[in-house]
C-alpha cells in the first residue's frame, strides 16, 4: 500500500517492517512498517492481512499479493481474468475486468 492510501485513511499505527521490498522491475523499496490485521472484502467475503506501507510514486492503491490469495482460499488465473474462492457454502467468481473503466 502507498503511503498517500496509508495517510487517507487516517495513518493507522504500523509495526517496524524487517526487509527491503523487491519489485518485478527489480527496484527496491524500504517500508515504512506494517499495517497488521487489515481488512479487506471481495464478493462478501472479508480476510485480514498484514499490509506493508511504503514511500515513492505508484499507480495502485492496495497491491494484494500471496498473502490475500492464501487467506481467501482464493484460485486466481491471470488467463481468464477471474478470481474464484469459497464462501458460505459457495464459490464466488469475480471478473476482475469488471473493476477496470476501459
Do not use: E
Not at 77 to 102: E, N
Amino acid at each position: 500500500m502507498p503511503a498517500t492510501t496509508w495517510q487517507a485513511l487516517g495513518s493507522p499505527p504500523l509495526v517496524p517492517a524487517a526487509p527491503n521490498l523487491t519489485a518485478f522491475d527489480g527496484g527496491t523499496s524500504q517500508p515504512l512498517g506494517t499495517l497488521p490485521k487489515f481488512p479487506i472484502t471481495l464478493g462478501g467475503k472479508t480476510v485480514y492481512i498484514d499490509v506493508s506501507v511504503t514511500q515513492g510514486a505508484v499507480d495502485f492503491s492496495l497491491l494484494l499479493g500471496r498473502d490475500y490469495v492464501y487467506a481467501m482460499g482464493a484460485l486466481v488465473s491471470s488467463l481468464f481474468r477471474v478470481v474464484c474462492f469459497p464462501h458460505d457454502g459457495r464459490v464466488v467468481t469475480i471478473d476482475q475486468l469488471a473493476f477496470v473503466r476501459l
